[in-house]
């Protein structure tokens, strides 16, 4: 049976979603400086099984201890494999409507951080576009985040309801394309119009950019030549549970070395 919490009982008290959890670790590469700018961190359960059963657990009852587990789950883990170690960033996926109160809420995160030793500056939280949110709760959110030394994403851009009204009143650190306007963009005219209107303007705004769910040496290729660096998706690494994947390389042979390196983050917006 699902066991009730008020969000200041379950913040007070550190409670813990009902279902065991863990994480798998997915890296975001630099595709020019082969290197390693972040991993991603995905919720599975406690014994490696896919995800697929733990989000159907995730209701009104249960959202604020689930997202607040997966935040505490992420950072120990990442600390336990000394993910920051040579300055990868942990990425973070939050529920902005598990946040009824940014001040407190943040609580849980930042005592999960000062125990594992693990830096605020390396931490990026995400949300996707696909959770409809008071867009002015969402503010209040990324902008006290921001304030603690913390980076903002938006996931999924391009496929929600946030896109270009959220962008005209706060700007994130970072834009994750959603994987549907990269799927084939080699032989897609219309997904490369797209992207070659919307690079420019991230640009122009000062966003670094990441396109996810590439899967193809052609789609690599394509995004390479918009201009884009970071990537994540299986052509690089599929997600590894409890572990830091080694990235491959697209044509390894066009690099003068192929040791992993890690990027420095980039600067955080004031």
Sequence with gaps: MTQMFSPCTACRDGAEFEVPISMAFQPIISAGGQSVFAYEALVRGADGAGAGAVPSRVNEATRYTF???????????????????????????????AVYNPRACIRVTLDAAKDAGFPNDRIMFEFTESEKVDPEHLLGILKHYRSLGFLTAIDDFG??????????NFVPDVVKLDMHLVRNIDTCETRRS?????????????????????????????????????????????????ALPEPSWPMET?????????????????
């Design 67 to 97: 997202d607040q587990t997966c935040r505490r789950t992420a950072i120990a883990k990442a600390a336990e494999l000394d993910l920051a170690k040579d300055g990868a960033m942990l990425s973070i996926n939050f529920l902005p409507n």
């Design 159 to 168: 496929a929600g309801y946030a896109g270009l009204g959220l962008l005209a």
């Design 194 to 242: 797209i992207l070659k209107h919307t690079v420019p303007m991230l640009n122009d705004l000062g966003v670094t950019i990441i396109a996810e769910g590439i899967e193809t040496l052609g789609e690599y290729e394509a995004l390479r030549t918009l201009g884009i660096d970071l990537m994540q998706g299986y052509l690089f690494a599929k997600p590894a549970f409890e």
């Design 254 to 270: 066009k690099f003068s070395n192929t040791d992993v390196r890690v990027r420095s983050p980039l600067k955080q917006r004031a």
